[in-house]
């Protein structure tokens, strides 16, 4: 027969081993495993273009881009199961320009802000040519409603200047991301919302399309310019263009925390994963993306303000 003692350390052992193999699981579903896809989102290239440039008026000749932070978190927590190491990001504001008019995509954040961000290295002049081409801008989009996109707007010395310029959707205004807190009281109340069903030419050139799941605002932005140079801003469906060309997207854990629908993000970057070559996919915060999108060409690094 076995002492109590002996009976004591193989119980100790079997919860030992209970609680490892607890750990492990918890780590597969926490962190190794990203979301099955829903049913099958659709994106129509060709009814993006056809869209794009319904109205016959000019299409956008250029875009250019502000990097106005560096930050970084572990690598795992964007593309599940690949380990610890950081994960590089930046935080960008697209401007897009006709020969007579702008539109922004996304506005960043402040200088202030940005030390929410794990390790950031923010760029204060950046952020204030970002604060000037607001200003100036006709239109200002976002790809969705969290702090670090529409930090910009929140930001504004003179809200009501810029007000009549936002075109926030009603589900990005409604939306339980948005941080409300982050803009100055009473400026909410003063948006009119954007209302659209299917896909909406905000512009010529310019098309959104809803695509809820990372938030309930998120939403697709296809610029198309007078070259035939197209582009799809996706915001954070993938936070790694890895995400979308290797099909791995976000751990258990990070889309708990932002309480995403991860399967409805999954079938988003399946969806993109399917896209023709010649459309560029502007994941928001891929510094190796930008790295390479500036030194193709395809967006002009800093905003052409004036002071």
């Excluded at 056809?50 to 109205?55: G, M």
């Excluded at 000749?61 to 610890?84: M, Q």
């Amino acid at each position: 027969m076995l002492k109590a003692s002996e009976m004591r350390l193989k119980r100790w052992q079997w919860i030992c081993i209970g609680a490892a193999g607890l750990l492990l699981l918890g780590k597969r579903l926490l962190l190794d495993t990203a979301a099955a896809p829903s049913e099958k989102f659709v994106i129509d290239p060709e009814a993006l273009h056809r869209a794009a440039i319904a109205s016959g008026a000019p299409l956008p000749s250029r875009i250019e881009v502000e990097k106005v932070a560096d930050f970084a978190f572990p690598r795992t927590l964007a593309v599940a199961g690949d380990g610890f190491r950081m994960q590089p990001m930046v935080l960008l504001s697209h401007r897009v320009l006709w020969p007579n008019r702008s539109l922004m995509i996304d506005t960043a954040m402040s200088v202030k802000a940005t030390q929410v961000l794990p390790g950031s290295k923010a760029d204060a002049a950046a952020f204030a040519r970002v604060e000037k081409a607001l200003t100036q801008a006709d239109t200002i989009l976002f790809t969705h409603e969290h702090s670090d996109h529409v930090g910009g707007v929140a930001a504004a010395p003179n809200f009501a200047a810029i007000a009549d310029k936002v075109r926030i959707t009603r589900e990005q205004l409604n939306g339980p991301k948005l941080e409300r807190s982050d803009f100055p009281a009473g400026t909410l109340e003063t948006l009119k919302p954007l209302d659209y069903s299917g896909l909406h030419a905000v512009a010529p050139g310019v098309v959104l399309q809803k695509a809820p799941g990372h938030s309930v605002g998120t939403q697709l932005i296809y610029v198309e310019l007078q070259d035939g140079t197209r582009f799809l801003f996706v915001g954070d469906i993938a936070w790694t263009n890895d995400n979308i060309t290797r099909q791995v997207g976000r751990p258990g854990l990070a889309t708990l925390l932002m309480k995403e629908d991860r399967p409805a993000v999954a079938a988003q970057v399946q969806a993109l994963a399917l896209l023709p070559k010649d459309i560029h996919l502007i994941v928001a915060h891929d510094p190796l993306e930008f790295a390479h999108d500036v030194k193709a060409g395809l967006f002009k690094q800093g905003f052409s303000v004036d002071p």
